[in-house]
């Protein structure tokens, strides 16, 4: 028996973004439909119902032996008539025959019979022992976690003690000690849990610790509710997996750990007085002390072995599906060649390299309208060009639509503000453009050209094809033309390696005839220029405040001065002093080296500041794109105004807050028509049937995908503003400044 | 430097117990252990009086002294290295000891060090190439992380030993040739001794190496989706790169939770070297459990724990060197 996968792996704790697992639900354990799953539990129904029957089906009585008919006689060498000594026989066991199904054993017993009988012992143990390990883990486990201060210290110095000392050889010694401990089937068990119980209490202190926080558990807290009542009704319901894993966990050590010591002698023999009880190791034991091995007689011990080995798996294969459950990323496994090829991709898709379905691309360009051509001329040349891409999780009729044909074009020098709620498309819908999303995502339609002039470094230059671009192309474009600063910081920072390392290796990448002291230098130089000391270099991201985290990720995506900046949320997770000095040091470097910045966010009134263009997204589709102005003080499309009236403005008269009514659409079942019409207050019938597309407003800069502003309704006045007067947004104040530091 | 001495304040505890488990259990446990021990023993007749005498002695009986001046004593004795006399061997139960353990430690070494890279490089290789043949490793390792080590080692002697009935391969009896070579420092004795260690090697190795398969694909696919493993793509630096970030990170769960791995290679090795006749302290177990050589038992207990937990104080070092987050703490 060997350490079974839940040993060593690392559950994630059960607070998380999850948003299921915000809600205050309990959380019933459902065990993924997997070929993994269905033979653990087929495997262990199967033991289960010879456990049971075992003794009824079994054709003999483990101990009855029949010497007459069950055993050859074998003349033992050097006796025997011719020799002058007595003819002495050795038996032999028989090989399994109709009679014998797996053979007899030296004994002239029956394998089968014993097989079965000893099923039942080593179950019934096995569970037994779990059920009184799990209930002392959760005990220890969850009263030090939910209570802690010292009662947690004195608990889990407990736990941990038990965990530092080696099982078999304190069963071993317990067991021998106990010699009565064979014949009963509890006290064999109490001693097995007793040897097994630490390692589940300490990983359900653990969770229970994480979970007390929880929001849902706290209100319980200030309602006044006992503890014992919080730890029955909110913990422990949510700790129904992890307890879960914990009992079959539990149940394959102890087998293992009764096997063992029955293989030891030390569970009692089934013949002696009090008789000890058939059990797997007994029957190894046996075997082994009989010399079975040697005899070539493997059907007396290896059908033990395999049915411990057997029931192990059974065990083991459940406990995968309740990882998988608990840690759904385990699950998405590699494709099927039919799906793979149904999808048009390659079976395995490169770590890194989001695979595009190799369907026709779509036409594209000729759909494009006037007024884009127009807009095309007398505005800054394009560097990033998406159209009409889509992006798949998940194949086949699985597969959700998390970004339907959409258009966006990135001008260089220009801030382009991506808006919408979260689960919009706004985060995927910008690296699948690089191609980062992971499995299962899937492009599945489009086109993504990156017009490239390096602004330094000999990065690639020209118009090149995103998703047809090899590896290498796409490793040479990354964070040298395209760079990327993600929202949380502490988890984009690799935390075992320090800052410096983290300079250091893109720069070896990128620009591989720097020396090393060139590159640490360089590093430095950036660091400077967001504002942090070279010394921080040194340090690792944990000794970093979440601030200084976010200016070195924005120092180490200008380190190679990108042509392309992709923000997503880059300043979400900061304090709001803290998010505006960082947004006017972004304003500062850009005026500097003139990336363009695809700025991803679901604050307008951020965006309004920074950005040129102001692109809102709703359930996977583009909605509404418009200068920042317009698209501010004049949105056309319901959704940002509803988006617009949920932030107070800053400046300005005074309007009433309402919030967005409803909650952001399931992309696995969006309503027909229009995703927004179940929040729209103006929603026509229309509405609900076809889903309007992005088109040009009459002959205005903007797009909007919306039936209100198609000709033959009565567009309603909030959504029918003048547009502003200054089509231009204007910049903080402070920008200068700040570029200047 | 804290954390760590928090650990050894652990480590020294679970000493402490187990130490005095020891020293307890004969001298509590119900009924009369002596009876029921000289009863068994001579049921298969290999109890003399000397054999009766030292379980007395052992058990506490004939000790006309408290339990607590016991207990002083018993420490005393433990401070001088001493752990009893063995009757069985008629020898001092810390020499016999100390004779036994190169034999275990040398196979628990190699074993364990073989076994956690190649179960890590193929954990990390799993997590990489998924949906590649490589799956296929996963059903397979987990069959053999529910395999009993001594069936294992049962099943490689049938196939691979010498005293089994297939191939006959590899010595699968005793440490070396006892009859073929003299102790020393000779080739013919060394390169008996390795020929002797490659059968509970692979056993140990085949059975422990998919636990660590197992726990490091999980950990990987894990890591591989954070962040940081997301931006170090991004940054498009090469693949083996960013599979080395991740193996990096996904290692520290692994070496944290050390302490179940090498409790449970520990066990397992016990009933390995049984098979193989194997001359280290698991073999020794069970021949003085059979003899009812209580000294013996309960010093063999007492040292593999106290191995054991040395174990454990390593990989919590090794955790404080490979985690600066833990570094900071420790």
Redesign the interface.
Known sequence: MTINSTSLTVIPPVAGPTPELVLRRTRILRLPRSPKVIAGLVILVLFGLLAIIGRWIAPYSPNATDQQHWVQHVLVPGTGAATGFPASYYPLPLPPSAAHWLGTTVFAQDVWSQLLAATQATVVVGLLAAAIATVLSVLFGVTAGYLGGGADEGLSLIANVFLAIPGLPLLIVLADYVPSAGSSVVLVASIIAVTTWAYTSRTLRAQTLSLRNRDFVEASRVMGEGRLRIILVEVLPNLVPIVAASFLFTALSAIGAYVAIAFLGLAGSPTSSPPGLWNWGEMLREGFANNAVRGGWWWWWAPPGLCIALLGTGLALLNFGIDEFINPRLRTAGLSRKTARKAGIGTRPKLGMTPVAHHPPVAVASVRTVAEASRLRDTAEPVLEIRGLSVDYGYDEEAVHAVVDCDLVLRRGQVLGLAGESGSGKTTLALAAIRLLRAPALISAGQVLFHSKPISGDGPAGTIDMLSATDDQLRAIRWSEIAVVLQSSLNALNPVITIGAQFDDLLRVHRPALAESARWARSGALLDMVGMNADRLRSYPHELSGGMRQRAMIAMAIALEPQVMILDEPTTALDVVTQREILQELIGLRDRIGFATLFITHDLSLLVELADEIAVMYAGRLMERAPATSLFHAPRLPYTYALLHCFPPMHGPRVPMEGLKGSPPDMRDLPPGCAFHPRCQWALPRCRQEVPRLAPLNGSPREVACWLHREGTTVPPELAQPEPASMRPRRPETVGQAGGT | MRALLRRLG??L??AW??LT??FL??RV?PGN?VA??VA?AS?SGNCNSQCVEAIEAQLGFNVHTSLWDQYVQYWGNLGHGNLGQSWSENASVSSLIISYLPWTLGLLLIATAVSFIAGTAVGVLMA?????WL?WVL?VA??????????LA??L??IL?K???MLKVFPSLFGYDIYGVTPGLNGPYIASIIGHAILPAVTVVL??T???I??????M??T?????V??????????K???W?AA??AL???VA?F??????????Q??VE??FNYPGIGFH??DA??KLD?SL??G??VV??LV??AA?LLADVVYVL????AR?MA
């Open positions: 652990v480590y505890l679970a117990v187990a488990v020891s259990l004969p446990v252990p029921g021990a068994r049921q990489w190439r998924r949906g590649s799956d059903p987990t069959f053999f992380s529910a395999l009993p080590y001594f069936f049962l099943v002697v049938l030993g005293t089994g009935t059975a422990s998919a636990g660590f197992l726990a490091m694909r999980n950990n696919i894990t591989m989706d954070e962040d940081f997301l931006v170090a793509q991004a940054k498009g630096l090469p693949a790169w960013v599979i970030y990096r990170n520290l769960p692994v939770n302490t179940v791995a090498i409790s449970l290679v520990v066990a397992g016990i009933l049984i098979v177990l069970y459990l059979g209580y038992v309960q063999i207990f593999i724990t054991v937990l454990n490979i985690d600066p987050r900071q």
